[in-house]
T-cell receptor, first 116, second 108 residues
């Protein structure tokens, strides 16, 4: 596609439920990044994929968070047993070049997660 | 600890004026920075980047200045337009740290 897409755009869930967020990066981009953006806060780095592997998972807030990427393309971020503090906008970005400090990152529109 | 932040949370300017948005960082080893623009309900949009081997970089109507001595970064927008209204934030890409942002409002 022309840009990074994310689905759903909005997700409302009940506390304790699991949610799955999807990211479709720009075709051919090898690197994929997940971030969390809480109201009034800066982006919080969660995880980074180079191809299908995740060399840096240091940003995942807890073991309730996991992510995978298959075929070097689509990625899913899963949050198990959601808590109210998980409410935020989850942003995905991709870049043509790998590494954390190389290449422009192109962001998707985000998924707004609300945990009731 | 290390941090990336902004001096001002909001900035209001008149259309046609120049805007300057500031960012401070504390990791002296940082060598790659990006400025992003984020409009309401949208993902961040890359504006301009700069590496530490440069002091200044210019784009279309935007200029980024890097002062490594005082660990300060600024974004200058020339002839600000209503379409420039958004939140602007800097990112220190070595540590993947992002400022909370400055909300720029352009008055017609």
């Amino acid at each position: 596609g022309a840009g990074v897409s994310q689905s759903p755009s909005n997700k409302v869930t009940e506390k304790g439920k699991d949610v799955e967020l999807r990211c479709d990066p720009i075709s051919g981009h090898t690197a994929l990044y997940w971030y969390r953006q809480s109201l009034g806060q800066g982006l919080e780095f969660l995880i980074y994929f180079q191809g299908n592997s995740a060399p840096d998972k240091s940003g995942l807030p807890s073991d309730r968070f996991s992510a995978e990427r298959t075929g070097g393309s689509v990625s899913t971020l899963t949050i198990q047993r959601t808590q109210q503090e998980d409410s935020a906008v989850y942003l995905c970005a991709s870049s043509a070049l790998g590494g954390l400090a190389v290449g422009k990152q192109f962001f998707g529109p985000g998924t707004r997660l609300t945990v009731l | 600890g290390e941090s990336v932040g902004l001096h001002l949370p909001t900035l209001s300017v008149q259309e046609g004026d120049n805007s300057i948005i500031n960012c401070a960082y504390s990791n002296s080893a940082s060598d790659y920075f990006i400025w992003y623009k984020q409009e309401s309900g949208k993902g961040p949009q890359f504006i301009i980047d700069i590496r530490s081997n440069m002091d200044k970089r210019q784009g279309q109507r935007v200029t980024v200045l890097l002062n490594k001595t005082v660990k300060h970064l600024s974004l200058q927008i020339a002839a600000t337009q209503p379409g420039d209204s958004a939140v602007y934030f800097c990112a220190e890409m070595n540590d993947m740290r992002f400022g909370a942002g400055t909300r720029l409002t352009v008055k017609p």
